[in-house]
């Protein structure tokens, strides 16, 4: 979960590509989003994502 999470997790929450969520209709997919959500609560993952990076566009 931890490996595909930083990708495909933040894709499916809009913050990975401008749009991506809506674009893959993210929002229709009920467990991938309470998967998303439930990874992005753990406090190692809190910290990672608080690091800067660039939305790649």
Not at 16 to 32: C, G, I, T, V, W
Not at 35 to 53: F, L, M, N, S, T
């Amino acid at each position: 979960d931890i490996a595909i999470w930083s990708w495909y997790g933040r894709l499916v929450q809009g913050h990975l590509y401008q749009n991506s969520a809506e674009f893959l209709d993210a929002q229709s997919y009920k467990h991938l989003n309470e998967w998303a959500d439930r990874i992005a609560k753990r406090p190692a993952v809190q910290k990672g994502v608080e690091a800067e990076y660039k939305l790649i566009k």
